[in-house]
């Protein structure tokens, strides 16, 4: 093949990757709005090209077979029904998990990936390690997004503009609620707190304690 040929596949190639990734960006973030008003997601290998568009819909043609080449496709897995029994064998839950998120390629909730690292094979130990999972979730902020409450994405779907609005939105959150006042204690009323004075007694007044000062 001659080198113009090859260096200007190379550019299409590379215009398409950049392309598909912008795209997957977009529906990212549709998907979060859907997700937050339990709307049905968007997938972008479902979604139909514009009609007049000039160029065709992007396609790879792999060498393993029309399932795999469809996956490299859409970039997406449709449910975790379509799990190998041993896609994730030997892995830990955490590492399952991401790598299940990354297959999807957007944000899903958390039943559905513990039920897709079963399904898979996972090295899941004990009766509490969906708990164990989801704090590992939690904690792995540079490489999991919570976007909404139990649905777990990963930050390379994202831009980094996305992330750093994201995170300075966590962060406001949370320097607010370290400023709420906290409540006053009950003032001490001015009775309570002034002491009382003994009542005083009139000038060479006789008390039954001095008799020597009693009048006669």
Do not use: H
């Amino acid at each position: 093949m001659p080198d113009d040929i090859s260096k200007k596949l190379e550019e299409l190639r590379r215009q398409a990757i950049l392309k598909l990734s912008e795209a997957q960006a977009i529906v990212g973030q549709m998907n979060i709005v859907e997700t937050l008003f339990d709307l049905p997601l968007t997938v972008l290998g479902e979604m139909e090209p514009v009609a007049g568009a000039p160029v065709p819909p992007l396609t790879f043609v792999g060498t393993q077979g029309s399932q795999e080449s469809g996956r490299m496709a859409t970039g997406k897995r449709k449910s975790s029904g379509a799990i190998r029994p041993d896609e994730f064998f030997g892995d830990e839950p955490m590492e399952a998990a991401k790598k299940y998120i990354r297959s999807v390629g957007y944000a899903v909730s958390f039943d559905e990936i513990t039920d897709a690292v079963q399904r898979g094979g996972a090295a899941t130990k004990g009766a509490d390690w969906r708990d164990k999972l989801e704090i590992s979730l939690k904690r792995s902020p540079y490489q999991v997004i919570t976007v909404a409450d139990k649905t777990y994405g990963l930050s390379e779907f994202y831009t980094e503009e996305q992330l750093k609005r994201f995170r300075n939105n966590r962060r406001g959150d949370a320097d607010r609620s370290k400023k709420k006042p906290k409540p006053k204690g009950r003032p001490k009323s001015k009775a309570a707190s002034t002491p009382k004075k003994a009542p005083a007694t009139a000038k060479g007044a006789a008390t039954a304690s001095d008799p020597e000062k009693r009048t006669t």
